[in-house]
């Protein structure tokens, strides 16, 4: 390839850096590839012999300098790289070969303030950083992943035409956007993942129902999971636990799933959307009950002890296989809305507090396709968002049509929070959606009696109904406390 003539330089060609590269070169952009390991230089040169047909143009090196050399100025360069130091190790090698107006991208899944630090550091020396949240694994970056980015929207719109081709598309649009300033990007990619969180733990929940309560197959599971992945709450997660109810395993007889140890793993992007949420007051019960869950998992061999010493219900009750698997996903659609809802309210409040200024249309618009939550429920978001009589609702749960759903489905969400209570089956996704709706639904709450202990054992004060001001009373000595 010659000297300064490629689009795009990507530094990091594990699976998802490769795929990427094989996706940009295959949309006719020139691509220069980097990573240190030969292997890896090796096996991306020939999966382009194979894959990509017609001439493309896609160089390969394992020197920072030669990689540099193949790039046209403005140089753009993307990271793929694993997050947290590796991601400072590879700018700061990289810093001494940019120039000013140069721009990196960083798609691992950075936390937001690792970006905005970086940014910062990098401005000085005029290098724009791009946080790019990038979605959809590794079949996505080959055929079209979901992009979030956020920085400075010149350096977006330098890039824009590149990600835009490479992006997965719904309806001919494609599923990137320039969602703010700063560290819009990865703030959305992180809430993204908080929303994974959340309806995988949903699924895993319906799952363990299914097979503990209604002892249903493998192959009736499947067929369940299937049809409610084609019906109206579908989505990517619902289409590949179809999949995974059928996998056979490979190494002895039976079904995989059921070889496989429970206790999740995580990387802790949840975690920090809870923490973040924490921070921000904004509430998110059923993604804070998913992290909380994967941790409890891993807590495999003393929950197998505490099995033996802790004992379930007595009751039993029978239960009818058919209206309860009704139960189930109805209950299921109602908890995932309100878990985008949480995800939702969230970009809403965070992007006032870190003024990213998003426009929820365009989360809700680019996470329709390519991305590991996209479900048909974002089309009912981007078009919500984008009505003008809703683009400030903070939370979409309280639109009209969204909130007719959930007063129906509550029935449901009762009866299956209900019977997994009484059968003693945790269900701690689907009992947080419940009490975030009964808890928004009442117009009054126990904190009234929050504020009181607050201010009898601290003299934090509190709020009175009818009249304005901050109180304080001494609990101990006043008339009150005294008749009791
Ligand atoms: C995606 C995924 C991706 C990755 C997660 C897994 O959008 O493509 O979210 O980013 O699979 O990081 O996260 P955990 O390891 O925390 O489950």
Redo the contacts with the bound molecule.
């Keep these: 390839m010659k000297h300064a003539s490629c689009d795009i330089g990507i530094i990091g060609l594990g699976t998802m850096g490769a795929n990427l590269a094989l996706n940009i070169a295959e949309q006719g952009f020139s691509v220069a590839g980097f990573d240190t390991d030969n292997d890896k230089l090796r096996l991306l040169n020939g999966q382009a012999e194979r894959e990509l047909s017609g001439s493309y143009q896609l160089s390969t090196a394992s020197d920072l300098g030669d990689f540099i050399s193949l790039l046209k100025p403005p140089r753009t360069v993307l990271l793929l790289v694993p997050v947290g130091a590796p991601v400072d190790a590879v700018i700061d090698q990289l810093r001494p070969h940019l120039e000013p107006d140069d721009i990196i991208i960083d798609s691992g ?1 950075s936390h937001f303030t690792d970006t905005e630090r970086r940014a910062k550091k990098l401005a000085r020396s005029r290098i724009r950083l791009l946080g790019m949240g ?4 590794s079949e ?1 970056a080959r055929h079209g992943p979901s992009m979030m980015v956020g920085g400075p929207q010149a350096s977006w719109e330098h890039v824009s035409k590149l990600l835009r081709a490479a992006s997965a598309k719904v309806d001919g649009s494609p599923c990137v956007a320039w969602l703010g300033r700063g560290s819009a990007g990865h703030y959305v ?1 992180m809430v ?2 908080g929303i ?2 959340g309806i995988m733990q949903l699924i895993a929940e319906t799952y363990d129902a299914m097979k503990r309560l209604l002892h249903l197959s493998h192959e009736q599971m499947h067929e369940i999971f299937q049809r409610w992945a084609d019906g109206a709450m579908g989505g990517y997660l619902l289409e590949i636990t179809a999949a995974i109810m059928l996998e056979q395993d490979a190494l002895s007889s039976g079904y995989l799933l059921d070889k496989i140890r429970d206790a999740a ?6 975690m920090w959307t809870s923490r973040e949420a924490m921070e921000s007051q904004v509430p998110t019960p059923v993604i804070d009950a998913a992290v909380s869950m994967r941790a409890l998992s891993d807590y495999d061999q003393q929950r197998r002890q505490v099995s033996e010493i802790l004992n379930q219900p007595e009751r039993h009750i029978e239960l009818e296989t058919a209206p309860f698997v009704h139960a189930l996903g109805e209950a299921l659609h109602a908890a995932m809305i309100m878990t985008y809802a949480q995800g939702m309210q969230l970009l809403y409040i965070g992007s006032r507090r870190h003024k990213f200024q998003l426009v929820m249309g365009d989360v809700a618009r680019i996470w329709r396709g390519g ?2 939550i996209r479900a048909r429920l974002l089309e009912d978001l981007r078009q919500i968002y984008d009505d003008p009589n809703y683009v400030t609702l903070d939370n979409p749960m309280f639109h009209p049509s969204l909130a007719k759903h959930l007063r129906t489905a509550q029935t449901e969400l009762r009866e299956v929070v209900e019977t997994c209570a009484k059968q003693g089956v945790p269900a701690p996704g689907f009992m947080s959606a419940l009490s975030y709706y009964d808890a928004f639904r009442s117009a009054s709450l126990p904190a009234n009696l929050i504020q009181a202990q607050r201010d009898f054992f601290g003299a934090h004060t509190f709020e009175r109904i009818d009249r304005d001001g901050r109180f304080h009373i001494d609990w101990l000595n006043s008339e009150q406390a005294q008749h009791g």
């Design positions: 899944n990038i979605s959809g694994g996505g990619k993204h993942n994974e969180y793993r995580q990387k802790g992007t949840g991305c590991i």
